[in-house]
C-alpha cells in the first residue's frame, strides 16, 4: 500500500510539473522484471556461466542455472486523457545490473550499472470509432518494438527497438498494419557521424489456418552522414512467424529471419545494427514448443534453432536444441530439467560444441511453467570441445584459456537463484 500511495504522489507531481490537464493517477501501472543468484563452481571461486555469444557462432546458451549477472526492469506507465476519448500513455523503464561484488556497489566503481531501456509516449483515439484507423495509435520515443523470444535462451531472434516513432494497428480486412522508423546512432555531432535509419511495415494478426495466425515484418536499412565522403550502407531484414496454439494445451511458434547487407547477422537485429558499410547475407529458422498435458503437472518448452551469416567469406553456421520440462508435485513445489545443445562453425574452419544440463528444484506461488516468482536450486554441468574453449575468450571467459576451468573440457557449478516478472 506504501509503494501504491508513492506512485499516484509522483504521478500528481509530475501533472503538476508538465501543466497537464488531466492525469489519472489511479491508472499508474508497474511493471518490471529481475533475476539474481549467488552461487560457485566445482572448481571454487564465483559462479560462471557456461556457452553463450562468447563462443563464436554459439548465439545463446539454456538459461537454467546458466546465468550469473543480476539483472533488473522497473518500468512505469503513467495515463492521461479521459476513458471515452483521445488518451496518451507515458512509458518509462530503467535497467539495473550488478556484480554482486560488495555491498555497496556504484555507477563509478563499475560494478553498478543504471541504463535507459524505454521512454516513449503512444496516444489513440483521434480517429473516431469506425473505419480502418479506429484502433490506431501513434507512438513516438524509444521503445520495445516487435521483439521475439526463445525464453529458455533468453535469445531474441527479432527485435526491431529504440529511438523512433510509428502508427499502428491498422485494420485492414484481414490484415492489421503497422508503420514505423528508427534511428541508431542518432547522437552524433561530428560532419562525418553516421546515422543507421530504419524503415519497417508490419504486417499480423492475419488468420491463416485454425488456431493459426501469421505475422511478420520487412525493414528496410540505410546509413545517413552529412559527410558526402562518409561510408554508408544499405540492406534490407524480413521476419515471418507462424503461431499455432491449442497444441498439447500450449502453443509453437516457428519463425524465419532473412537478412541482407545491414540486415545480415544473427540477434539483436536490426535493432544494434549501424549504418556503415556491410556485405553478405544471413539466413536463421527458430522454433518453439511450449507445452501444459493435462492431468499430468507436466509443463515445458523445447526449442531448436539453425543459423547461417556470410560475411563475404564461407559460412559461419549455428544449430541448437534443448528442453526444459517441468514437473509440479503440488501448487508451489516443482522440479525443473534443462538439457541444450549448441555446435557452430566458423568460416575458418573451427567447430566449438558444449552441451549442458541442469536440475533444479524450484518453489513458486502457483503451478506451471509461467509462474512467477520462482525460487530455484540449481545444479549445472557442462561439456565443451577444445574449439569451444579456444573460442572462448570473449563473453564465455570461464571456459577459456585463462577461465576458472583452465584446461578442463567440462565442469559444474551451483547456487541459487530467484527470478521474477509483474
Given at each position: 500500500?506504501?509503494?501504491?500511495?508513492?506512485?499516484?504522489?509522483?504521478?500528481?507531481?509530475?501533472?503538476?510539473?508538465?501543466?497537464?490537464?488531466?492525469?489519472?493517477?489511479?491508472?499508474?501501472?508497474?511493471?518490471?522484471?529481475?533475476?539474481?543468484?549467488?552461487?560457485?563452481?566445482?572448481?571454487?571461486?564465483?559462479?560462471?556461466?557456461?556457452?553463450?555469444?562468447?563462443?563464436?557462432?554459439?548465439?545463446?546458451k539454456y538459461r537454467l542455472g546458466n546465468e550469473c549477472d543480476t539483472y533488473g526492469?522497473?518500468?512505469?506507465?503513467?495515463?492521461?486523457?479521459?476513458?471515452?476519448?483521445?488518451?496518451?500513455?507515458?512509458?518509462?523503464?530503467?535497467?539495473?545490473?550488478?556484480?554482486?561484488?560488495?555491498?555497496?556497489?556504484?555507477?563509478?566503481?563499475?560494478?553498478?550499472?543504471?541504463?535507459?531501456?524505454?521512454?516513449?509516449?503512444?496516444?489513440?483515439?483521434?480517429?473516431?470509432?469506425?473505419?480502418?484507423?479506429?484502433?490506431?495509435?501513434?507512438?513516438?520515443?524509444?521503445?520495445?518494438?516487435?521483439?521475439?523470444?526463445?525464453?529458455?535462451?533468453?535469445?531474441?531472434?527479432?527485435?526491431?527497438?529504440?529511438?523512433?516513432?510509428?502508427?499502428?494497428?491498422?485494420?485492414?480486412?484481414?490484415?492489421?498494419?503497422?508503420?514505423?522508423?528508427?534511428?541508431?546512432?542518432?547522437?552524433?555531432?561530428?560532419?562525418?557521424?553516421?546515422?543507421?535509419?530504419?524503415?519497417?511495415?508490419?504486417?499480423?494478426?492475419?488468420?491463416?489456418?485454425?488456431?493459426?495466425?501469421?505475422?511478420?515484418?520487412?525493414?528496410?536499412?540505410?546509413?545517413?552522414?552529412?559527410?558526402?565522403?562518409?561510408?554508408?550502407?544499405?540492406?534490407?531484414?524480413?521476419?515471418?512467424?507462424?503461431?499455432?496454439?491449442?497444441?498439447?494445451?500450449?502453443?509453437?511458434?516457428?519463425?524465419?529471419?532473412?537478412?541482407?547487407?545491414?540486415?545480415?547477422?544473427?540477434?539483436?537485429?536490426?535493432?544494434?545494427?549501424?549504418?556503415?558499410?556491410?556485405?553478405?547475407?544471413?539466413?536463421?529458422?527458430?522454433d518453439q514448443f511450449f507445452f501444459d498435458l493435462t492431468g499430468t503437472n507436466i509443463?515445458?518448452?523445447?526449442?531448436?534453432?539453425?543459423?547461417?551469416?556470410?560475411?563475404?567469406?564461407?559460412?559461419?553456421?549455428?544449430?541448437?536444441?534443448?528442453?526444459?520440462?517441468?514437473?509440479?508435485?503440488?501448487?508451489?513445489?516443482?522440479?525443473?530439467?534443462?538439457?541444450?545443445?549448441?555446435?557452430?562453425?566458423?568460416?575458418?574452419?573451427?567447430?566449438?560444441?558444449?552441451?549442458?544440463?541442469?536440475?533444479?528444484?524450484?518453489?513458486?506461488?502457483?503451478?506451471?511453467?509461467?509462474?512467477?516468482?520462482?525460487?530455484?536450486?540449481?545444479?549445472?554441468?557442462?561439456?565443451?570441445?577444445?574449439?569451444?574453449?579456444?573460442?572462448?575468450?570473449?563473453?564465455?571467459?570461464?571456459?577459456?584459456?585463462?577461465?576458472?576451468?583452465?584446461?578442463?573440457?567440462?565442469?559444474?557449478?551451483?547456487?541459487?537463484?530467484?527470478?521474477?516478472?509483474?
Amino acid at each position: 500500500m506504501r509503494n501504491k500511495f508513492k506512485l499516484l504522489a509522483v504521478a500528481a507531481a509530475t501533472a503538476s510539473t508538465l501543466g497537464a490537464t488531466s492525469v489519472q493517477a489511479q491508472g499508474v501501472e508497474f511493471h518490471g522484471y529481475l533475476r539474481t543468484q549467488v552461487g560457485t563452481t566445482s572448481e571454487g571461486g564465483n559462479l560462471q556461466c557456461f556457452g553463450g555469444d562468447g563462443v563464436w557462432p554459439i548465439r545463446a546458451k539454456y538459461r537454467l542455472g546458466n546465468e550469473c549477472d543480476t539483472y533488473g526492469e522497473a518500468m512505469v506507465v503513467a495515463p492521461f486523457g479521459k476513458a471515452d476519448g483521445a488518451w496518451a500513455k507515458y512509458s518509462l523503464m530503467l535497467a539495473l545490473q550488478e556484480k554482486n561484488a560488495t555491498d555497496y556497489e556504484d555507477v563509478q566503481s563499475g560494478n553498478f550499472n543504471i541504463a535507459s531501456r524505454q521512454n516513449f509516449v503512444q496516444a489513440g483515439g483521434f480517429f473516431g470509432d469506425q473505419g480502418a484507423l479506429s484502433d490506431a495509435k501513434v507512438w513516438l520515443g524509444k521503445r520495445y518494438y516487435n521483439r521475439h523470444d526463445i525464453h529458455i535462451n533468453d535469445y531474441f531472434y527479432w527485435n526491431n527497438s529504440g529511438p523512433g516513432a510509428g502508427l499502428e494497428d491498422i485494420n485492414a480486412g484481414p490484415v492489421k498494419l503497422a508503420f514505423a522508423y528508427h534511428q541508431t546512432g542518432g547522437n552524433g555531432n561530428a560532419r562525418g557521424d553516421v546515422v543507421g535509419k530504419r524503415y519497417s511495415t508490419r504486417f499480423y494478426d492475419i488468420n491463416v489456418n485454425p488456431n493459426g495466425k501469421l505475422e511478420g515484418e520487412v525493414v528496410f536499412l540505410k546509413g545517413s552522414s552529412a559527410d558526402e565522403a562518409a561510408t554508408t550502407g544499405s540492406g534490407t531484414m524480413l521476419f515471418l512467424e507462424h503461431t499455432q496454439t491449442g497444441l498439447l494445451g500450449g502453443f509453437n511458434k516457428i519463425a524465419v529471419v532473412f537478412g541482407r547487407k545491414l540486415g545480415s547477422g544473427f540477434e539483436w537485429l536490426p535493432t544494434n545494427q549501424g549504418g556503415g558499410d556491410a556485405q553478405g547475407s544471413s539466413f536463421r529458422i527458430h522454433d518453439q514448443f511450449f507445452f501444459d498435458l493435462t492431468g499430468t503437472n507436466i509443463t515445458g518448452m523445447f526449442t531448436a534453432s539453425y543459423g547461417r551469416a556470410n560475411f563475404g567469406g564461407d559460412d559461419n553456421t549455428w544449430t541448437s536444441a534443448g528442453i526444459r520440462p517441468q514437473y509440479n508435485f503440488n501448487d508451489n513445489f516443482s522440479i525443473a530439467v534443462e538439457a541444450g545443445y549448441d555446435a557452430g562453425k566458423t568460416d575458418t574452419g573451427i567447430k566449438p560444441k558444449i552441451a549442458k544440463l541442469t536440475v533444479a528444484p524450484q518453489i513458486s506461488l502457483a503451478k506451471g511453467f509461467w509462474a512467477r516468482p520462482v525460487f530455484r536450486a540449481f545444479v549445472t554441468y557442462a561439456k565443451w570441445n577444445d574449439d569451444a574453449r579456444s573460442q572462448a575468450g570473449g563473453g564465455s571467459t570461464s571456459i577459456g584459456p585463462n577461465g576458472v576451468f583452465g584446461d578442463k573440457r567440462n565442469g559444474m557449478t551451483y547456487g541459487l537463484q530467484v527470478e521474477s516478472w509483474w
